[in-house]
Every structure is written in C-alpha cells, then in structure tokens.
C-alpha cells in the first residue's frame, strides 16, 4: 500500500502542478511576450506601457478603496453577526445559517443587476418610489458608485467572513467573560477588552480572505463599476481584452501579474494567521460552556434588524428579478403594473438558441466539472490528511495555492496556455479552468471528513488482503458521504454562476449562462436578464437540495 500511496502522491503533484502552476508560467511568460502568437519573443513593453500610463494609479486607487472597504464592510457586519448567534439570548437562531450559506446559491452578478434594478438612478423601483413619495425631482440614491459597489460587494462577501468568525466565537471560554465581569466590566467593555483582542486570529483571517475575493470580484465593478466609469483591476484587464481593434493579452497579463502576487502573498498570510490561532485557545476542557449575553430590551429590536438583513442578502434580490422578468419595463409595483404582466420575457429566453446553449454549457460545466473536480478531491485530501510525507506537503500548497487566483486573471494565463492547443475556444478549455480554480472548495471539506475517519479501518482493510484501490472503494468513500456532497454541492453552484473565467475563456457556442446575464446587462435587457436569473437560482437550488438528498440517502446508519 506505500508504494501505492507515493505512486498516487506523485500523480496527483503532477495533475495539480499542471493546473495550478502552468497558467501561472504562462502568464508570466505572457507579460514578457508581444502577442498570443508572439510567445518567446520577450519585451519590458507591456509593463512600461501599464505601469508608466499615469491613469493606472488612479484604477490602483479606486481598486485599493474598494476591496479595503468592502472586505472591512463584511468583516464588522460578520462579527456583528457572529456574536448574535453565538453569545447572545437573540430569538430565531435558525436565520443565521440561512444568511451564511444561502447567499452562496445566489450567483454575484445576479444580485448586482438586482440591486441595479432598485437603485438605478433613471429608473430604479425603489428610486422612482421614494421620487413618487417626496415627490422629489431626482432620484436619491445611486448604486453606480464607489459606495454602492462597496455596499453591494460587501454584503456579498459577508458568508465567507461569517463562516470564519463564528466557529471561533462559538468556542470561546465563559471563564473570561465571567473573570471580566467579576471585575466590574460591563457586557460592551468585556467584549473590547477580552473578547475581540482573543479573536483576533478569526477576524485577520476573515478580513485577509474577503481582501482576495474582493479583489477576484468582477461582477460587481462590471455591472455597477463600468456604467458609472469607475474601473478597479479586474475591469481594467476586462477592458484591454474587449476592447479596441486587437485585444493586448501581454498587457493583460502584465496587470494580472500584480494582482496574482498580492492574492497569493495574502492567502499565505492567512494560512498563517488561522496554523498560530492556536496560541489563542481558549477552550481546554469538558466543562466548555459559552455564555449567553440577555439582550433584555435590544432583543427585539436586534431581532427585526436580522429579519431585515435577511430580506435585503436573499429575499428582495429574488423577488425584484421576478417582478421584472413579468412586467414589460422598469415601473414600479402597483395595480397598473399587475395587470400589465405577462410572460413574454420567459417566452423570449426559451426560444433564443444562445441563451439554451449557454443553459446547456453552464449545466455541462458544474455537473461534470464538479464530479470530477470531487473525484479529484478525495484522492488528494486522502494524501494530505492520510500520508504523513514531504510529498503530501508539497501537495497541500500546490492545492490551496489555487485559492489564490482571481478568477480574470488566471483565465489570461489559460488562454495563453491554450492558444496554441486545439483546446482553445472550446467548451474543455472552460472545464480545466474551472476545475483548477474552484479545486480547494472540494478540497477543504473532503479534508474535514477525513481527519474524522480512523487509520485502523484501513490497516484492518489491508490485512484483509484488500488493494487500495478497494479500501478507497469499500471503507473510505461510504464513511465520506457528507464531505462527498459537500464538496460536490459547493463547487456545483460556484461553476453553474462563474463568471469572471467565462468573460475571457468563452467563445460563441461556449457561451455560459452569467455571461449571457452579463450580455443581457449591458444591453439593457432587464427582462430577459430577470428571467435567465430566476432560472439559475431555481436550477441551483434544486441541485443542492437534491445533492443532499442523495447524501442523506446514502449514510451510513448509526446505532
């Protein structure tokens, strides 16, 4: 079995090396090269012409504003959240497990065209309502701003902060707050003094990991940004790679470049801050029980803001795209508009042959695409949990090196891997992208499940005179049910909705289902748009609940 197991350790070096390391290598030789059929022939052109052009900085400056301030925007409403959950009397604890996971199902761009269509400031719903109202003569609020991107961006990145910082609040010791309290500390002075400072670990690495999903995002600054002329990074490689004559993809490689070394420099900063959390331990015994802080008066009122917050991440993205999928315009909702609606924008989608052809890639993509990055999965999180070698090593940081990459810009290393394969302009090409950008969110469950799953199972397996392969088969993957569909689950909906890959690797007839939504936007076609929409998150859901229905199905029976 050891000769199998380094066998297996070396394959799966080589697979992920090949998915992970060689776009990165492209994209540096890329940024060296004139052109996508100029490669080896190396110039300094493209960095002089990117970091010598004045108007750079300022895309550098409204990058820095946006990703700081989104990612500190979903960090405090995190922990704000958090600590409701997990140390307060709060009622209706349920709701919060909801907002942490069901956001996930909603794809980015769908909630920035949602909110779009509420704070346009032409015709906006809940603008031309307040304008109706107050009888103002302009609209008050306008979501295509740097404000607006950071309130949408960093609503949407809340899940990720809040599924870092609740756990550790959840296990912090009462003795603390008690031994504060003792001591004459209120609730609000015990939470600065003892509570935060021992989170800190959570909180950094909260906050380090919206910085790099901020700074991957794309469909936010492209639905919100570009209308209003406010360009981060990622619409700026966008632009040099959409517009003009002939795209400049050493340009866009060039940027990229800068990107992809702050992202990965901050991910290992992270892994950092969460391998020394454990010198903020805090829980050491069976006798661990969290307090509960009474909220007393504030229980209510903090209560209705919950249902609030739950309205405005899920509830009114939904509904605002079904109201404009079923009215002919922008209008707002009254008798008038009721009786105007119809179902001709649904017709429309149903018989537009690229939108079925991009229903038809973007289900190809996170239905095959997610079985095998899930098969992947298990064997290199059997080799990082289960292998105790240098080798297993290497593979645990070629895995999460991934994690790192902003979507747009891994994407201009695979179309200058591609660009000499008969890869290239093909459905496949998405496929590989996909797989070895979303492959840690398969990972990082599949790891969880197997540290669960004792090593004397598979030594009794062997001394049975079971092979590898049949241990796998018989003992491990039925104990891995739940991590299998988790994995399975995640990166499913994280590729039925990716975008910022699909903007650059896609081609006609390999179109995708958000980048049709993407078409539809900049066109002004709300209603199709609306409709397209409401079908993702009906097809999304309906995989996740029948994923966990089958995951239910096949578990494993406790006494």
């Known amino acids: 079995m050891i000769k199998s197991q380094t066998r297996l350790t070396w394959v799966l070096i080589a697979i992920l090396a090949l998915l992970s390391l060689s776009p990165v290598i492209m994209l540096l030789i ?69 907002i942490s996971v069901v956001p996930m199902m909603i794809p980015h761009v769908l909630f920035a065209v949602s909110w779009g269509l509420l704070l346009n400031p032409s015709n906006g719903i809940l603008n031309l309502i307040f304008k109706d109202v107050f009888r103002m003569s302009h609209s008050p609020m306008n979501i295509y701003s740097i404000g607006g991107m950071i309130l949408v961006e960093g609503r949407l990145d809340l899940p990720i902060a809040y599924l870092i910082i609740s756990p550790a609040m959840a296990s912090f010791d009462v003795s603390l707050e008690e031994s504060s309290r003792v001591s004459g500390a209120g609730n609000i002075k015990t939470l600065l003094r003892i509570t935060l400072p021992l989170l800190r670990p959570a909180i950094l690495a909260a906050l380090i990991l919206c910085i790099v999903r901020c700074l991957a995002s794309f469909a936010v600054p492209s639905v919100l940004g570009m209308p209003a002329n406010i360009t981060v990074l990622a619409t700026y490689i966008y632009k040099i790679t959409t517009t003009g ?20 420099s901050l991910i290992y900063v992270y892994r950092y801050l969460t391998r020394s959390s454990e010198k903020f331990i805090t829980v050491s015994s ?67 042959s690229i939108s079925l052809v991009s229903l038809k890639n973007s289900l190809f993509l996170s239905l095959v695409g997610a ?67 979303y492959l840690p969110y398969g990972i990082r469950p599949m790891t969880s499940a197997f540290i669960q799953i004792h090593s004397h199972l598979e030594e009794s397996s062997k001394v049975c005179g079971a092979s590898f392969l049949t241990t796998v088969k018989r003992i491990i993957v039925p104990l891995l049910v739940s991590g299998i569909v988790s994995g399975w689950v995640l990166m499913a909906t994280m590729f039925f909705r990716e975008l910022s890959l699909s903007v650059v690797l896609s ?6 289902l958000a980048v049709m939504i993407l078409k539809f936007s900049d066109d002004g076609l709300w209603g199709k748009l609306s409709a397209l929409g409401i079908i993702m998150i009906a097809i999304s859901t309906l995989m996740v609940v029948s994923a966990n229905l089958i995951g239910n199905r096949f578990k494993p029976a406790s006494d």
């Not at 108007?55 to 958090?82: E, H, I, K, P, Q």
């Not at 009721?338 to 149903?350: A, D, I, R, T, Y």
């Not at 979507?407 to 992208?433: Q, S």
Request: proline share 4%.
């Open 286 to 352: 069976r006798g661990f029980k969290p307090v509960v802080v009474k909220l007393k008066g504030a229980r209510i009122p903090l209560f209705i803001i919950l249902l609030i917050l739950l309205f405005v991440l899920i509830i009114l993205p939904v509904l605002v795209l079904l109201y404009t999928s079923l009215v002919p315009y922008s209008m707002v909702p009254s008798a008038k508009a009721f009786s105007m609606m119809n179902l001709n924008h649904w017709k429309s989608v149903f018989t537009d």
């Open 507 to 512: 081609r006609p007839g390999t179109e995708t």
């Open 245 to 264: 004559l002939i795209p400049d993809y050493g340009k866009a490689a060039a940027t990229g470049m800068c990107i992809l070394v702050l992202s990965i």
């Open 371 to 437: 079985t095998l990055g899930t098969i992947l999965s298990v064997f290199v999180s059997y080799v990082i949990v289960k292998v105790k070698t240098r080798s297993a090593g290497v593979l645990e940081s070629l895995s999460f090196l991934s994690f790192s990459f902003p979507g747009i810009v891994i994407a201009i290393g695979f179309m200058w891997l591609f660009v000499r394969t008969p890869l290239y302009a093909t459905i496949w090409a998405l496929l590989i992208g996909y797989i070895a950008t």
């Open 30 to 98: 890329g940024s060296f090269s004139k052109g996508l059929v100029q490669i080896g022939d190396f110039t300094l052109d493209k960095y002089k012409a990117v970091y010598g052009d004045v108007s750079f900085y300022g895309v550098l400056g409204d990058t820095c504003v946006f990703v700081l301030c989104s990612a500190l925007f979903s960090t405090v409403l995190a922990l704000f959240l958090a600590y409701l959950n997990n140390r307060t009397d709060i009622p209706g604890k349920f709701l919060f497990k909801v």
